[in-house]
């Protein structure tokens, strides 16, 4: 039997409004919001966040967060996945709302960092930044960055620094490859 640090979200049932239950059902393996009532099954599923890595003239444009968590920090421009998009159509999106920049995606993913004790997966592509930028509403300052100034200690994410650090020494090299990594907790409250 699998054993899972997250417990199920759900407490109503979408289908009828009854309080549900957290049980493994039959011919399952986790615990899961079961509804006692009318029997539906809720599940949870990670959520996908997605996001660049926008560059221009060897700089990198970083958004500071105006909102928790990680207020005042930095952060690349990223943000959850919305139904009906594709993962380069939300991270373009939230390059725009974030950042108000425009940018030129570059394909496949370059990033993925799963992280399974919080139930999400982040997604960051490589892009060109194509024009300007500035503050949107969730972003106190935007600014670029050369590589060698960018802020560690003030980054707001594990995932995001993994990610520069990735881009950093790909950059060095040259060559760019899609990334996976998993990323473990620390303390509980970090990603």
Same mark, same amino acid.
């Not at 966040?49 to 207020?71: D, F, H, K, M, Y």
């Not at 919080?118 to 972003?139: D, M, N, P, S």
């Given at each position: 039997?699998?054993?899972?640090?997250?417990?199920?979200?759900?407490?109503?049932?979408?289908?009828?409004?009854?309080?549900?239950?957290?049980?493994?059902?039959?011919?399952?393996?986790?615990?899961?919001?079961?509804?006692?009532?009318?029997?539906?099954?809720?599940?949870?599923?990670?959520?996908?966040?997605?996001?660049?890595?926008?560059?221009?003239?060897?700089?990198?444009?970083?958004?500071?967060?105006?909102?928790?968590?990680?207020?005042?920090?930095?952060?690349?421009?990223?943000g959850f996945m919305e139904?009906?998009?594709?993962?380069? =159509?939300?991270?373009?999106?939230?390059? $725009?709302?974030?950042?108000?920049?425009?940018?030129? $995606?570059?394909?496949?993913?370059?990033?993925?960092?799963?992280?399974?004790?919080?139930? =999400?997966?982040?997604?960051?592509?490589?892009?060109?930044?194509?024009?300007?930028? =500035?503050a949107g509403h969730e972003?106190?300052?935007?600014?670029?960055?050369?590589?060698?100034?960018?802020?560690?200690?003030?980054?707001?994410?594990?995932?995001?620094?993994?990610?520069?650090?990735?881009?950093?020494?790909?950059?060095?090299?040259?060559?760019?490859?899609?990334?996976?990594?998993?990323?473990?907790?620390?303390?509980?409250?970090?990603?």
């Amino acid at each position: 039997m699998s054993t899972h640090p997250l417990t199920p979200s759900v407490l109503f049932c979408s289908q009828c409004g009854t309080q549900t239950e957290h049980i493994i059902p039959a011919d399952d393996s986790r615990l899961r919001a079961v509804c006692p009532a009318c029997g539906m099954i809720h599940y949870d599923n990670p959520k996908i966040v997605v996001g660049t890595i926008p560059v221009i003239n060897q700089q990198v444009l970083l958004c500071q967060r105006a909102i928790e968590p990680g207020s005042g920090m930095w952060t690349l421009p990223a943000g959850f996945m919305e139904n009906g998009e594709t993962m380069a =159509q939300g991270a373009a999106r939230e390059t $725009l709302e974030e950042a108000c920049a425009a940018v030129e $995606l570059i394909e496949p993913v370059y990033c993925l960092v799963d992280i399974p004790h919080i139930g =999400q997966i982040h997604v960051f592509f490589r892009a060109h930044l194509t024009g300007t930028f =500035q503050a949107g509403h969730e972003t106190l300052a935007v600014r670029l960055f050369d590589f060698a100034d960018i802020p560690w200690d003030e980054i707001a994410f594990n995932s995001v620094k993994t990610a520069l650090k990735s881009y950093i020494a790909d950059t060095a090299h040259g060559e760019f490859t899609t990334r996976h990594h998993t990323r473990h907790p620390r303390h509980p409250n970090m990603d």
